[in-house]
Structures are given as structure tokens and as C-alpha cells.
């Protein structure tokens, strides 16, 4: 099967961002190449299906990754909607975390402050972060859930 040799391929992933990966591709329900056709059916799916913006946005990134391993270059042929997140805080609303990251003192405070609103991260988690975490390249950050013992890939979007 070619997500096993995907993930196998995989070298810089943890165990258990492969088997999510390898879950979230499953769900795409492969019946042949990957199509631009098919991967608009498959969000529209997982809208209906009352998946969260987060869930889809995982599932899409894991896909995008193994089309580019496969040379496929359907992503760059569709626009997909916008996913409407909702407030990463349930005691903020987006208009408290604007004004958090408009008052910010400095580039560096605003940046920490959106990417733990945007990537769902706790605070110790981000304060564990090292230069190291960030993959430039892949566009990703690896975070070490609570007691280190849990790994989760953030996707950074430009």
C-alpha cells in the first residue's frame, strides 16, 4: 500500500504522528490517485459529517504531504473554502485575543501570542519550544504534549 510506504519514508515523524497521519489518510478512502475532484468531495464530507476546522485542516495537511511525496500537484489546481475556526479560548473572544495581539510590545510577543491562539498549544508547551522544533522547510512545528510523553505536528501556513 503506498500510505505505508509513505510513512515509512517518513523519517523526521514521530510514531504517533504517523499513525494519525496514516488514520487521516484512511479517511480520505483512497480508491485510486488522489484527485483535485476528489480531495473538494472529501472536506465537503467531513463538513457534513460535523468534522471541526481543526480535524480537516490535519486530515488536508497529512494529504497535501503525501501528494507532494507522490509528485501529485492537485493543490495547486483548487481553492479551498476558508475552514471557520472557533476561539481557541473558551474565556476569550476574537476580538480580546485581537486586542492581545495588537497590544502586544514587540514582533515576538505578537507571534507567540497568535500561534498559541492558532495552533490550540498550551502555554507550556510553547515555552518548551526550541528552534530545533521548527521544521522551515515542512512548514511545521513538533510540540511535545503534557509530560513530554505525546507528540503533535502544528502546521505553520504562510
Keep these: 500500500m503506498k500510505i505505508d510506504e509513505f510513512l515509512a519514508s517518513q523519517l523526521d515523524l514521530a510514531e504517533t504522528t504517523k499513525k494519525a497521519y496514516r488514520r487521516?489518510?484512511?479517511?480520505?478512502?483512497?480508491?485510486?490517485?488522489?484527485?483535485?475532484?476528489?480531495?473538494?468531495?472529501f472536506v465537503s464530507r467531513m463538513k457534513e459529517e460535523?468534522?471541526?476546522?481543526?480535524?480537516?485542516?490535519?486530515?488536508?495537511?497529512?494529504?497535501?504531504?503525501?501528494?507532494?511525496?507522490?509528485?501529485?500537484?492537485?493543490?495547486?489546481?483548487?481553492?479551498?473554502p476558508p475552514l471557520e475556526f472557533r476561539s481557541a479560548s473558551?474565556?476569550?473572544?476574537?476580538?480580546?485575543?485581537?486586542?492581545?495581539?495588537?497590544e502586544a510590545k514587540?514582533?515576538?510577543?505578537r507571534a507567540l501570542?497568535?500561534?498559541?491562539?492558532?495552533?490550540g498549544m498550551r502555554i507550556g508547551?510553547?515555552?518548551?519550544?526550541?528552534?530545533?522544533?521548527?521544521?522551515?522547510e515542512r512548514g511545521e512545528i513538533s510540540v511535545l504534549g503534557k509530560g513530554r510523553q505525546t507528540e503533535e505536528v502544528v502546521p505553520i501556513f504562510p
Design 125 to 136: 508547551e510553547l515555552l518548551k519550544l526550541s528552534y530545533e522544533d521548527v521544521d522551515w
Design 90 to 102: 473558551p474565556c476569550l473572544g476574537e476580538e480580546e485575543i485581537a486586542r492581545l495581539i495588537r
Design 24 to 41: 487521516d489518510l484512511l479517511a480520505f478512502g483512497f480508491k485510486g490517485e488522489p484527485t483535485a475532484k476528489g480531495v473538494l468531495a
Design 50 to 80: 460535523g468534522r471541526s476546522p481543526a480535524h480537516i485542516a490535519r486530515c488536508l495537511y497529512a494529504l497535501k504531504r503525501y501528494c507532494s511525496w507522490r509528485g501529485l500537484n492537485i493543490f495547486s489546481q483548487i481553492s479551498i
Design 113 to 119: 501570542v497568535a500561534l498559541l491562539f492558532d495552533s
Design 106 to 109: 514587540n514582533p515576538l510577543e
